[in-house]
Nanobody, 117 residues
Framework: QVQLVESGGGLVQAGGSLRLSCVAS????????MGWYRRAPGKQREFVAI???????NFAYSVEGRFTLSRDNAKNTVYLQMNSLKPEETAVYYC???????????WGNGTLVTVSS
């Protein structure tokens, strides 16, 4: 059974930082690309960042230069470091695992990030 569990969300002031974690189980973690998405209140889910199985990263334009992404394959964990957070980035942040060539995506239940102005 595949499980993705996000943590690290919370309340932070604008300009502050948070680090989100996503721990995966039930998959060969090193074979999977790990992505982060977010859904703000009243909006559709949007892409935030992704790290490939080989460690390459890609970021949404809106977060580039402020967010970083890393993975620790020994711990089956991916980390999203978020700096200079903005109130409009208040959202539930979700972790996703996907393997190249597979139509199956695995999602976590999300962690809430609230950025106060």
């Amino acid at each position: 059974q595949v499980q993705l569990v996000e943590s690290g969300g919370g309340l932070v002031q604008a300009g502050g930082s948070l680090r989100l974690s996503c721990v995966a189980s039930g998959i060969i973690f090193s074979n999977y690309a790990m992505g982060w998405y977010r859904r703000a209140p009243g909006k559709q889910r949007e892409f935030v960042a992704i790290i490939t199985s080989g460690g390459r990263t890609n970021f949404a334009y809106s977060v580039e230069g402020r967010f970083t992404l890393s993975r620790d394959n020994a711990k089956n964990t991916v980390y999203l470091q978020m700096n200079s957070l903005k109130p409009e980035e208040t959202a539930v942040y979700y972790c996703k695992a996907n393997r190249i060539g597979s139509p199956v995506d695995y999602w976590g239940n999300g962690t809430l990030v609230t950025v106060s102005s």
